[in-house]
């Protein structure tokens, strides 16, 4: 990763499986899902998930556009919320792995800012996948 940019550290939503943060663990991402790593915290509001993503100094990987965006509203300060269309990346197995590798690439390049200060983007699929 180049330097200029903050060491990214993901917490994927609830709809994400652990093995999906386990993979990007082992891609050298630090990732903890929701469902598998912070099991506490299923069922809460998303405003809840933020508070803890902000004091683990994560940025949130989710669907969920209108219940997070409430939660930025409400919060204001965090490190990053990734927004991610169904879509573009359904809940399959290759849909997921195409996740992966989107993940992947926006913690090697990330936008300036990301990890750091209150940034919304929504994920593209990358070019080569």
Request: charged share 20%.
């Amino acid at each position: 990763m180049p330097s200029e940019h903050p060491r990214i550290r993901y917490l994927l939503d609830e709809h994400y499986p652990g093995w999906l943060a386990n993979a990007l663990t082992s891609d050298g991402i630090d990732t903890v899902a929701l469902t598998a790593h912070r099991p506490q915290l299923r069922g809460l509001d998303d405003r809840a998930v933020l508070e803890v993503a902000v004091a683990e100094g994560r940025v949130v990987v989710t669907e969920d556009v209108s219940t997070f965006s409430a939660a930025i509203a409400m919060i204001g300060s965090h490190v990053g919320v990734i927004f991610c269309h169904h879509p573009r990346f359904p809940r399959t197995r290759p849909g997921l792995e195409r996740l992966r590798h989107a993940l992947v690439q926006l913690a090697e390049q990330p936008p300036v800012g990301l990890g750091q200060r209150p940034i919304e983007w929504w994920l593209a699929v990358p070019p080569d996948v």
